[in-house]
Nanobody, 126 residues
Framework: QVQLVESGGGLVQAGGSLRLSCAAS????????MGWFRQAPGKEREFVSA????????DYADSVKGRFTISRDNAKNAVYLQMNSLKPEDTAVYYC???????????????????WGQGTQVTVSS
């Protein structure tokens, strides 16, 4: 079993920054990708960003491009999300995800990921 534990969420004013961290533990395997989804109240869970473990290839939702940066630490089995220029509409629960067998064609789909963290709340005040 793989456990994903997020940290770093909190309350920040619009225009501020936060850095989310996700540490993977338990059964180890070669991840294909890790990433982040988010879910705002009353909305569907949506893709935020993903990173391919082998070469660091990244992808972002249009709504966060240029503001968020995903990175990884292979030695620590960890992924990070640096969030800058935060907006009130970024308020959501952020979930770390991982999978060993998805493809780039599917990695924006929540159904593609087998492993999910418990989520961390990010609240951006106006």
């Amino acid at each position: 079993q793989v456990q994903l534990v997020e940290s770093g969420g909190g309350l920040v004013q619009a225009g501020g920054s936060l850095r989310l961290s996700c540490a993977a533990s338990g059964r180890t395997f070669s991840y294909y990708a890790m990433g982040w989804f988010r879910q705002a109240p009353g909305k569907e869970r949506e893709f935020v960003s993903a990173i391919r473990w082998s070469d660091g290839m990244t992808d972002y939702a249009d709504s966060v491009k240029g503001r968020f940066t995903i990175s990884r630490d292979n030695a620590k089995n960890a992924v990070y999300l640096q969030m800058n220029s935060l907006k009130p509409e970024d308020t959501a629960v952020y979930y770390c995800v991982a999978d060993a067998s998805l493809t780039i064609a599917t990695w924006k789909r929540k159904s593609a990921y087998d492993y999910w963290g418990q989520g961390t709340q990010v609240t951006v005040s106006s």
